[in-house]
């Protein structure tokens, strides 16, 4: 009986993707393809979309030249190109108008790529009508891919409606997206059996991460039910939270009885040996290691693992601001691994009553907010869902597409409270063309629209990285930001690690008498990364600042007081336990070897320092070095008059101040000092976890005193308004 053959499809672009912030650069690309050609076993390759085109726009490069010099050694050599596409939101985070969509098949096509994969995180076929039809009529295949994900809803009957529909557009291809890699291998398999038998001639790729342990059983399921292609990865991106290896993958199914291409091991090695060089140059500076590895942790929530390393950040960012409030409560504070799993038990809680979203990208994100921001909320004793953002709540009134399940009566309740209308029609009429604006505004500043209008598209689809791509501040930002890496990186360590609590050798440590700036660096770093020793801290709460919600610049200025004069520090923490402070006006480079209670080990410009800290007179810090005492204090304070902090003087400062309840970016200020304000006024929108978060009054006040300004970091816990 002749076996029946099963092809694959490697992943190169989600690898990177899966795995880190960037993707290789053009010139990598170019040089990995033949080789990738050479080993023998792809039908195709997955080239582009997703966040390739962003990506090349922040290293300051043409997107556009990427797509065509990368896809056309696999058009030569006859192995199929394809791209991801989000649907609605095209190949961005939000709503893209049709026009902009339209255009964005035709450029795919002419630069080389045969397939778009298009999927609604929300299964929404409206979404996904366009998607078919704009790839067929530029002369792509068109594969419509399923976003999987595991519930009492998410059934077969309920996966193969959205392929009916899908068929009924004209789709070519379905993909079965397990981007969380949380799809059951029994149901997928029934599922592909499904389609298979309902639609024989159509074919069907399976793309599973293989995070929480799945994959390999789910890809053997779908394989005996009838899958054509699989989507793969190699080393040394492979597995963790990212895809099984092609080796395996290949093994597992010749021994299952199919036929399934050789491998050139030759080749492979090779094209691992580049993948490594490219991750050594300096890739490797932007993937989080967390994702190396699996974890069936990720089953009960079914988050995809591409967003742990962002969503570990964000719990770190958080906690203190949690402890704090539950400390003040008198309940018992949460470690990271007691917030971690509140967090999974709280996305399985409210996932539900948001209507059953699947738990992809941005969808993900906004489930996982909720949940997080609920704990918050929870933590302060106030209500879940009260710090809901306006992109979620798009989601939640239909604006995005139909939720897969009904929401939550509580849901509803509080949108009809807010005033909020459900919106009813379909999601793309909601964003009007907009290609006309871009076209003049090119024509305006004599910019190419480049070839089959390609340039017009990147600028419509990507605004703002466009512009700073054009202008030069985003090679130039690129280029510095790798710089940086690499001149730290070739530093010498320390050989005392700072978790190790192992006490250095400091015979060889500078012994000179120091001035005012060392004991502000010393006592700066020593209050950033460890509690102060005083009982009466001139800082609202215990905190370490640099432990912000996602990936922010750390640039800040704290005041500090010495000898009765203010003194105002800049602060950058270029990389983990380096910093540069300017201080009057100089600059010094500073590096954090040794801490533990009472004591700093540190380098200021190359010299190494011990310094001891301990309690001061009248709330202040005492910073002894090389037995020089110098007292001071922070001038971060919620009530600048406030010298004692008890628990009562804090909670009647809420009651002057809006505080921050999580850490990120001053996005917008609503009102000005002086305006009056009613309960539930949105006052200032923090940028954190990627999203847009409203900060709204408890209450009717006027404005006394902005705090914060525009695109300042702030920590949870800190002051944003005072009231009169």
């Known amino acids: 009986m002749k076996k029946r053959p099963i092809k694959f499809s490697l992943i190169y672009r989600d690898m990177w993707q899966s795995s880190g912030k960037y993707v290789p650069r053009i010139d990598q690309l170019k040089k990995i393809a033949p080789v990738i050609i050479d080993m023998g076993c792809f039908s195709r390759i997955e080239t582009n979309g997703g966040a390739f085109e962003q990506v090349n726009l922040l290293y300051g490069e043409n997107p556009n030249k990427a797509v065509r010099e990368w896809t056309k050694p696999f058009n030569e050599a006859g192995i199929q190109t394809h791209m991801l ?48 039809k704009y790839a067929k009529e530029a002369g792509m295949i068109s594969q419509v891919a399923l976003s999987i994900t595991h519930s009492k809803i998410h059934s077969v009957d309920y996966f193969m409606d959205v392929v009916d529909k899908a068929v009924e557009f004209g789709t070519d291809e379905i993909c079965l997206k397990d981007m969380a890699g949380i799809g059951r291998p029994a149901t997928l398999g029934k599922l592909v059996k499904a389609i298979k038998d ?58 299952a009885g199919f036929d399934v291409p050789k491998i050139n091991m030759k080749a492979y090695m090779e094209a691992r040996a580049l993948t490594h060089s490219f991750i050594e140059d300096f890739l490797g500076y932007f993937i ?20 742990m390393g962002s969503l570990m950040a964000d719990l770190k960012g958080v906690q203190d601001g949690i402890n704090y409030s539950l400390k003040a409560s008198n309940k018992q504070e949460l470690t990271e691994d007691d917030l971690l799993m509140k967090l999974f038990d709280e996305v399985a809680y409210v996932w539900p009553k948001l209507g059953y979203p699947p738990l992809v990208t941005p969808f993900s994100q906004y489930v996982k907010n909720v949940a997080l921001l609920n704990i918050v909320q929870l933590a302060k004793g106030e209500e879940r869902y009260s710090m809901m953002d306006e992109t979620t709540w798009d989601m939640i009134l239909g604006k995005a597409g139909k939720l897969p399940g009904p929401l939550a009566p509580e849901i509803i309740n509080l949108a009809e409270k807010q005033n909020r209308e459900f919106y009813t029609g379909i999601p793309q009429d909601a964003y009007p063309d907009v290609l006309d604006k871009y076209r003049k505004e090119m024509k ?15 600028f419509a689809m990507h605004e703002t990285q466009y512009r700073d791509y054009k202008s030069g501040r985003a090679k130039k930002r690129f280029e ?61 709460k215990n905190h370490n600042v640099w432990e912000t919600i996602g990936y922010w610049r750390n640039l800040m200025t704290i005041n500090l ?14 990389k983990d336990k380096e910093y540069e402070f300017e201080i009057s006006g100089n600059k010094y480079n500073s590096k954090l070897c040794f801490i533990d209670k009472g004591e700093l080990d540190f380098t200021v410009n190359d010299k190494t320092y011990l310094a001891n800290i301990s309690k001061g007179d009248e709330g202040k810090t005492k910073i002894t070095i090389n037995g020089g005492n110098f007292q001071m204090f922070r001038n971060d304070l919620l ?28 996005f917008k200020i609503n009102v000005k000092e002086g305006n009056k304000i009613k309960k539930g006024d949105v006052v200032i929108v923090i940028d954190a976890m990627k999203m847009e978060n409203n900060i709204v009054s408890k209450k009717d006040a006027v404005i006394k005193k902005i705090l914060v300004s525009l695109d300042e970091m702030v920590d949870a816990g800190v002051a944003l308004i005072e009231f009169e």
Request: aromatic fraction near 8%; proline fraction near 6%; include cysteine.
């Open 85 to 132: 596409e989000r649907a609605l939101n095209g190949i961005r985070m939000f709503p893209v108008p049709a026009d902009v969509r339209h255009l964005m098949y035709k450029v795919k096509k002419a630069q080389g790529t045969d397939i778009a994969r298009s999927f609604c995180g929300l299964n929404d076929p409206r979404n996904l009508e366009l998607s078919v």
């Open 198 to 255: 309902k639609y024989p001639d159509i074919i069907v790729q399976y793309h599973g991460h293989s995070g929480p342990g799945f994959s390999i059983a789910s890809t053997l399921e779908v394989a005996k039910a009838g899958a054509d292609y699989i989507d793969v990865a190699m080393e040394p991106l492979s597995w963790g939270m990212v895809h099984p290896d092609v080796i395996t993958i290949q093994a597992m199914l010749k021994d």
């Open 288 to 307: 989080n290691p967390k994702n190396r590895f699996l974890s069936s942790l990720m089953i009960q929530s079914g988050l995809p693992g591409g967003m």
């Open 444 to 458: 305006n500043n004599k910019w190419d629209f480049g070839e089959n209008d390609e340039e017009l598209f990147e």
């Open 480 to 540: 510095d930001e790798i710089q940086k890496l690499k001149s730290q990186s070739s530093t010498t360590k320390t050989t005392i690690a700072v978790k190790e609590k192992q006490t250095p050798n400091r015979n060889s440590y500078n012994k000179d008498k120091v001035e005012y700036p060392i004991a502000m660096i010393a006592f700066l770093l020593y209050s950033l990364n460890n509690r102060l020793i005083s009982e009466e801290q001139h800082v609202q």
């Open 561 to 574: 007081t010495y000898n009765e004069e203010e003194y105002p520090v800049k602060i950058n923490k270029a």
């Open 639 to 666: 009530e600048q008059e406030a010298i004692s902090h008890g628990e009562e003087e804090l909670m009647a400062d809420e009651e002057h101040h809006i505080i921050s309840p999580i850490p990120g970016r001053i």
